[in-house]
């Protein structure tokens, strides 16, 4: 929980200094009100290559993107939403859909049929044998999928990694995009509050978070997370906030 918290606590916002600006091009850019692209095949853990409104089929859903063999933040993003699902007290399929799809067409079912068993081993979820859908896809049901909901990614060949934002999308029973819920540290509340605007149909709009999944490490030359420096950061704003506070119980005092 402490770590979820110092994550949640270190996302980047649009407002930081101009060395953080060309990042934004790979922030999510909010389309609520736009319509999934259902008739975009996807292939399931089973093999079943379907149109995307079969997953959907007529639930609100929550829709996490990234890859599965990402070495970064995208499995932590996945934990973290289960991990909120788990008290939300929501159930599955009734009141929600799981959707995971990689941005890799690369990726075969195997590795997406890896991550659900691994989550379902983790999250004894009833009914997400039938609510949860691990997807694989081609290239060009990807990009429909990503240009329709505003995520923005790009490939480093060198690295062999993808950069991109960090955030769920929530759509309505009939696919349209309701809202989302950027970052990670996701709480249970929020994410059963997205998941019944979107039930209703309502729009909701999100703070102008921006968390990506990479950060480069001049040493090696690869994206890791960068962990320590969190737990650094996440430390000195404690001693900042504590002393503040102990200044003011002082002032007080004197006073």
Not at 240 to 250: F, I, K, N, P, R
Request: with cysteine; hydrophobic share 45%.
């Amino acid at each position: 929980m402490i770590g979820r918290a110092i994550l949640a606590a270190l996302v980047l916002t649009v407002s930081m200094p101009a060395w953080a600006g060309t990042m934004r091009d790979l922030a999510f850019t909010q389309r609520q009100g736009a319509t999934l692209p259902l008739d975009a095949r996807f292939t399931d853990t089973t093999g079943r290559n379907l149109p995307l409104g079969a997953f959907v089929d007529g639930h609100p859903a929550i829709l996490s993107i990234g890859y599965y063999a990402c070495p970064n933040l995208c499995a932590l993003e996945r934990e973290d939403l289960l991990h909120a699902l788990d008290g939300s007290g929501l159930k599955t399929p009734d009141d929600y859909t799981l959707i995971v799809v990689s941005i890799d067409p690369a990726e075969a079912v195997a590795l997406a049929r890896q991550a659900r068993e691994d989550d379902l081993g983790r999250h004894a979820t009833p009914g997400a044998e039938r609510g949860w859908h691990f997807l694989v896809g081609e290239g060009a049901s990807i990009r429909r999928l990503a240009d329709a909901v505003g995520f923005h990614a790009r490939y480093d060949p060198g690295l062999k990694q993808y950069l991109h934002p960090m955030g769920l999308v929530f759509t309505t029973p009939a696919g349209m995009v309701s809202g989302y819920v950027l970052g990670v540290g996701y709480r249970s509340g929020d994410v059963r509050q997205a998941v019944m605007q979107a039930a209703a149909g309502q729009r909701a709009e999100a703070s102008p978070v921006l968390l990506l999944c990479f950060h480069y490490d001049a040493v090696t030359g690869r994206y890791t997370l960068a962990v320590r420096k969190l737990l650094q950061l996440g430390a000195l704003m404690t001693v900042l906030v504590l002393g503040t506070l102990l200044g003011m119980a002082h002032w007080r005092r004197v006073r």
